[in-house]
Protein backbone atom coordinates (compact mmCIF):
# COMPACT_ATOMS: atom_id res chain seq x y z
CA UNK A 1 0.00 0.00 0.00
CA UNK A 2 1.38 3.28 -0.60
CA UNK A 3 1.84 6.71 1.72
CA UNK A 4 -2.35 6.90 2.16
CA UNK A 5 -5.03 5.42 0.41
CA UNK A 6 -7.43 6.66 2.28
CA UNK A 7 -9.78 7.57 -0.49
CA UNK A 8 -10.85 3.71 -0.99
CA UNK A 9 -12.26 3.96 2.61
CA UNK A 10 -15.12 5.17 3.87
CA UNK A 11 -15.13 8.14 5.97
CA UNK A 12 -16.81 5.77 9.32
CA UNK A 13 -14.19 2.98 8.26
CA UNK A 14 -11.36 5.94 8.39
CA UNK A 15 -12.83 7.70 11.50
CA UNK A 16 -13.16 4.33 13.44
CA UNK A 17 -9.47 3.95 12.99
CA UNK A 18 -8.84 7.24 14.00
CA UNK A 19 -11.00 6.09 17.51
CA UNK A 20 -9.58 2.72 17.63
CA UNK A 21 -5.47 4.12 17.62
CA UNK A 22 -6.39 6.60 19.94
CA UNK A 23 -7.28 3.90 22.15
CA UNK A 24 -4.28 1.75 21.33
CA UNK A 25 -2.66 3.19 24.79
CA UNK A 26 -3.54 1.30 28.14
CA UNK A 27 -3.44 4.62 29.65
CA UNK A 28 -5.94 5.99 27.22
CA UNK A 29 -8.35 3.01 28.02
CA UNK A 30 -7.53 3.69 31.99
CA UNK A 31 -8.19 7.98 31.05
CA UNK A 32 -11.68 6.63 29.35
CA UNK A 33 -12.61 3.98 32.38
CA UNK A 34 -12.07 6.40 34.91
CA UNK A 35 -14.51 9.16 33.17
CA UNK A 36 -17.03 6.52 32.62
CA UNK A 37 -16.81 5.65 36.39
CA UNK A 38 -17.07 8.74 37.50
CA UNK A 39 -20.47 9.21 35.68
CA UNK A 40 -19.12 13.37 35.71
CA UNK A 41 -16.48 16.04 34.59
CA UNK A 42 -13.26 15.35 35.89
CA UNK A 43 -10.96 17.99 36.71
CA UNK A 44 -7.53 17.43 39.09
CA UNK A 45 -8.58 13.28 40.14
CA UNK A 46 -6.98 11.68 37.13
CA UNK A 47 -3.48 12.37 37.84
CA UNK A 48 -3.91 10.56 41.36
CA UNK A 49 -6.34 8.01 39.62
CA UNK A 50 -4.16 6.55 36.71
CA UNK A 51 -0.64 7.62 38.41
CA UNK A 52 0.91 8.93 35.85
CA UNK A 53 2.69 12.49 35.90
CA UNK A 54 0.11 15.30 35.26
CA UNK A 55 2.13 16.26 31.71
CA UNK A 56 1.61 12.77 30.66
CA UNK A 57 -2.15 12.80 31.43
CA UNK A 58 -2.29 15.61 29.97
CA UNK A 59 -1.00 14.30 26.85
CA UNK A 60 -3.25 11.65 26.84
CA UNK A 61 -6.35 13.68 27.00
CA UNK A 62 -5.30 15.77 24.35
CA UNK A 63 -4.91 12.97 21.94
CA UNK A 64 -8.51 11.67 23.07
CA UNK A 65 -9.70 14.84 22.82
CA UNK A 66 -8.73 14.75 18.99
CA UNK A 67 -10.82 12.48 17.69
CA UNK A 68 -14.10 13.49 20.08
CA UNK A 69 -14.37 10.74 22.70
CA UNK A 70 -13.70 13.34 25.94
CA UNK A 71 -14.93 16.94 25.92
CA UNK A 72 -13.52 19.26 28.35
CA UNK A 73 -14.74 22.65 30.09
CA UNK A 74 -12.44 25.09 31.42
CA UNK A 75 -13.61 25.82 35.08
CA UNK A 76 -11.53 28.32 36.72
CA UNK A 77 -7.80 27.51 36.29
CA UNK A 78 -8.12 24.06 35.54
CA UNK A 79 -10.00 21.97 32.75
CA UNK A 80 -12.79 19.07 33.29
CA UNK A 81 -13.13 16.12 31.05
CA UNK A 82 -16.15 13.47 30.68
CA UNK A 83 -16.66 11.28 28.15
CA UNK A 84 -18.48 12.72 25.06
CA UNK A 85 -22.21 10.97 24.93
CA UNK A 86 -22.90 11.78 21.15
CA UNK A 87 -19.15 10.33 20.05
CA UNK A 88 -19.31 7.54 22.59
CA UNK A 89 -22.45 6.26 21.10
CA UNK A 90 -21.34 6.40 17.99
CA UNK A 91 -18.06 4.31 18.48
CA UNK A 92 -21.14 1.57 19.71
CA UNK A 93 -22.99 1.96 16.86
CA UNK A 94 -20.00 1.48 14.61
CA UNK A 95 -18.14 -1.41 16.81
CA UNK A 96 -21.71 -3.26 17.39
CA UNK A 97 -21.70 -5.08 14.02
CA UNK A 98 -18.35 -5.01 13.52
CA UNK A 99 -18.14 -6.97 17.01
CA UNK A 100 -21.01 -9.19 17.02
CA UNK A 101 -20.42 -9.81 13.45
CA UNK A 102 -20.92 -13.60 13.06
CA UNK A 103 -18.21 -16.03 12.21
CA UNK A 104 -19.34 -18.52 9.74
CA UNK A 105 -16.06 -20.47 9.84
CA UNK A 106 -16.22 -24.45 11.43
CA UNK A 107 -13.86 -26.33 12.72
CA UNK A 108 -12.82 -27.81 9.41
CA UNK A 109 -12.11 -24.87 7.47
CA UNK A 110 -10.47 -22.40 10.05
CA UNK A 111 -7.08 -22.26 10.12
Not at 72 to 97: F, H, M, N
Amino acid sequence: MGVTKTEQYSETQIELAKMLKVLGHPARIAIVQALIKAESCVCGELVTEIELAQSTVSQHLKELKSVGLIKGTIEGTSVCYCIDQEKWAYLREVLDPFINESLTCNDDKCC
